[in-house]
């Protein structure tokens, strides 16, 4: 009998990052080696040294418990320090995320929001306006999200849902 975990729970984040690789000046791309950052993990970076929270307070925010938080953030940040000490260039891709708000459309035009909590335990299967099924996740696609890294999830993608 083979016994697996518990899957993963959904880490809440505002947004994907507008850039989604760094390299070292004036070193090839072809000769250098890669540290993958998960989206969640750079969330932990910008809540804890950006915003400046303290660790309940960024645990909150992403909808998980301290101890989950406080692993996500070192292991964001032991990336980051081999990445810098040793000329590797950052990649930030794919990991275990939804976004703290979804937006949707309906093909009769219709737009709304739902936030991440509803996402995680009903997401949308009706247009709350007209009631088509029909509906699509609008937020498109950012630069890095386009292969699937290793553990690469992300809920809420840009294809039609089909109910």
């Known amino acids: 009998m083979v016994r697996m975990g518990r899957p993963p729970l959904w880490r809440r984040v505002n947004n994907i990052p507008d850039v989604p690789y760094f390299k070292p000046a004036g070193v090839p791309l072809s000769v250098l080696e890669e540290v993958q950052l998960s989206v969640e993990e750079v969330e932990a970076i910008r809540l804890k040294d950006l915003e400046r929270l303290d660790q309940?307070?960024?645990a909150q925010r992403m909808s998980v418990s301290r101890t989950t938080f406080a692993r996500i953030l070192t292991s964001a940040r032991q990336k980051m320090a081999d990445?810098?000490?040793h000329g590797k260039a950052i990649r930030i891709e794919g990991g275990n995320f939804q976004l703290a708000l979804q937006h949707f459309s309906c093909n009769r035009g219709h737009e709304w929001d739902v936030p991440f909590e509803v996402m995680v335990n009903t997401p949308p299967r009706f247009c709350?306006?007209?009631?088509?099924?029909?509906?699509l996740s609008t937020q498109l696609p950012s630069p890095g999200?386009?292969?699937?890294?290793r553990g690469r999830r992300h809920r809420g993608g840009h294809n039609w849902q089909e109910v």
């Not at 709350?128 to 509906?135: D, G, K, S, V």
């Not at 999200?145 to 890294?149: A, P, Q, T």
């Open 145 to 149: 999200r386009g292969r699937s890294g």
């Open 128 to 135: 709350p306006a007209c009631n088509t099924q029909n509906i």
């Open 56 to 58: 309940e307070g960024c």
């Open 83 to 85: 990445a810098l000490l």
